[in-house]
Each structure stands twice: as structure tokens, then as C-alpha cells.
């Protein structure tokens, strides 16, 4: 089955411990995306990758690294978290830079 | 920055009754404009999406529409049923050169029976 599966699906950790959620997808996709929603936001784009070893900040990178080592896995690291990074995080792959994207199940993160 | 903006924030109608819900993009560079559907629980789901050469686009029950002079585009739901209630995400996308992807803030359809 095509699918973007992420992890944890649920975190509740403390300021400053470092974490890290997961993103794979099985579709060959070359575009993946990271995503947090929040209330009355909408979803805010944190950071992309258009290619291996190939990424470019969204809207909302303040916090946040990424890597791209392999095409299907794209984690989204918090290496200090703090409580405004509290959010629903979402990850997205697509075949190309104006299609449909994926979406994973979402992340669930409080930062206490 | 570049922004979406989307309304209304809350839409409630009648099962049967039309939905139509409207977003204005401020990046004249956007060249593509997805709808997403997001359920209770779950990520979002593409439902229609059109393209910056393209005027109006239809499947079935859904329509979006485009006017780049105006940067609009909107979402017309027709014969509306219980199970379109949900949220529901315009955003505009400038692909070339890069993945940027801006959402507006989203729609809460609530579709009564």
C-alpha cells in the first residue's frame, strides 16, 4: 500500500531533550515536506527537500533541522524543544514540485 | 511574506445546499492550487486541484475556480451530504525552483442532515 508513515504518533517529552519524528514513504516520491498545524494557522510549512541531500526552509524553520539522506526517510529534529513548538506535525511526499502531495497520519507533539 | 488567506473560517449549510469557500493568494509567482479535505484524525487528503493556465475545473460534485488577474480561487461544493463535513485547505504552490507550499488557515464545514 502507498503510504507516508510516521513516528511517534504521540510525544510528550521536556524542554531542551532533543527528539527526533520519523517520516518514510514507499511511492519513490523525490519531494517531501514537513509540516505543523495549529489552531486558526492552517499548516505552516517548516522545511523541504526536493532531492537527496537537497533541502530548503518553508515558513517556519526557526527550531528545526531536517536531513535527507535516502530518498523515502526525511526526519524532522528538535534539538532543544521548547513549548511553542507544541503543534500537530505532518509529512508530505509528492512525485513532483506542483502535484498532489501525501500526507502522513500526523505527529502529536507537547513540549512541557 | 507570501500568504493565503481563506474564508469563511466556519461554514455550516443544509444537506442538499451548495458550499462555497474562497482564498486569495498575495505571490503572483503561484502557479498551482490544491484543495485538501482533512478529517477528524487524520492528514489531509487532495480533492481537486487546478493549474495557473487553467480557468475552472470540475469533478462531479466539486469545482474550483481560478481568477490569477484577481488572485482568487474557490471551492464550490454542490448537493452537499453529511459526510463532506470537515476541513477543508486551499494553497497555493510555486514549483518551479523550489517546493513552497503555503496553506491557507482552513474552512470548518459543518453539513447539516
Known amino acids: 500500500e502507498a503510504q507516508v508513515t510516521q513516528n511517534p504518533r504521540y510525544l510528550i517529552t521536556v524542554t531542551g531533550k532533543k527528539l527526533t519524528v520519523t517520516c518514510s514513504q514507499n511511492?519513490?516520491?523525490?519531494?517531501m515536506s514537513w509540516y505543523r498545524q495549529d489552531p486558526g494557522l492552517g499548516l505552516r510549512q517548516i522545511y523541504y527537500?526536493?532531492?537527496?541531500?537537497?533541502?530548503d526552509k518553508g515558513d517556519v524553520p526557526e527550531g528545526y533541522k531536517v536531513s535527507r539522506k535516502e530518498k523515502r526517510n526525511f526526519p524532522l529534529i528538535l534539538e532543544s524543544p521548547s513549548p511553542n513548538q507544541t503543534s500537530l506535525y505532518f509529512c508530505?511526499?509528492?512525485?513532483?514540485?506542483?502535484?498532489?502531495?501525501?500526507f502522513g497520519p500526523g505527529t502529536r507533539l507537547t513540549v512541557l | 511574506g507570501e500568504n493565503v488567506e481563506q474564508h469563511p473560517s466556519t461554514l455550516s449549510v443544509q444537506e442538499g445546499d451548495s458550499a462555497v469557500i474562497k482564498c486569495t493568494y498575495s505571490?503572483?509567482?503561484?502557479?498551482?492550487f490544491p484543495w485538501y479535505k482533512q478529517e477528524l484524525g487524520k492528514g489531509p487528503q487532495l480533492i481537486i486541484d487546478?493549474?495557473?493556465?487553467?480557468g475552472e475545473k470540475k469533478d462531479q460534485r466539486i469545482a474550483v475556480t481560478l481568477n490569477k488577474t484577481a488572485k482568487h480561487f474557490s471551492l464550490h461544493i454542490t448537493e452537499t451530504q453529511p459526510e463532506d463535513s470537515a476541513v477543508y485547505f486551499c494553497?497555493?504552490?510555486?514549483?518551479?525552483?523550489?517546493?513552497?507550499?503555503?496553506f491557507g488557515a482552513g474552512t470548518r464545514l459543518f453539513v447539516k442532515a
Open positions: 508530505a511526499s509528492s512525485q513532483t514540485s506542483e502535484g498532489e502531495q501525501f
Open positions: 511511492m519513490n516520491h523525490e519531494y
Open positions: 527537500s526536493m532531492n537527496v541531500e537537497v533541502t
Open positions: 505571490d503572483s509567482a503561484s502557479n498551482y
Open positions: 487546478i493549474r495557473s493556465n487553467v
Open positions: 494553497a497555493a504552490s510555486t514549483g518551479t525552483g523550489g517546493f513552497k507550499t503555503i
